[in-house]
């Protein structure tokens, strides 16, 4: 099983900053996803920006989620010198 995500900041460019149980953060791209019907509502950078951790997890409001094995699998290593 891989580590689930225990906090979660927005950022502008439609990724998500995560922190995971085992201490990593990464950092993880929705815009691939963001033309899929189920997503499509998180274009709107103020429903977006509402995402909290859940279940060791992301979540939005209006029930948008991930898998939280495809959040780890999928995200790749923040750094702190990273363009916002």
Not at 5 to 12: C, E, L, Q, R
Not at 23 to 49: A, G, N, T, W
Not at 50 to 72: E, H, I
């Amino acid at each position: 099983m891989n580590p689930r995500v225990i906090d979660v900041k927005p950022s502008n460019d439609y990724t998500i900053i995560l922190k995971f149980d085992n201490s990593e953060i990464r950092v993880f791209d929705v815009k691939p996803y963001l033309d899929y019907p189920f997503f499509q509502e998180l274009k709107d950078e103020e429903l977006f920006k509402a995402v909290r951790p859940s279940l060791g997890t992301v979540a939005w409001k209006n029930g948008q989620d991930f898998c939280p094995d495809m959040l780890y699998e999928e995200s790749s290593e923040y750094s702190i010198n990273r363009t916002k």
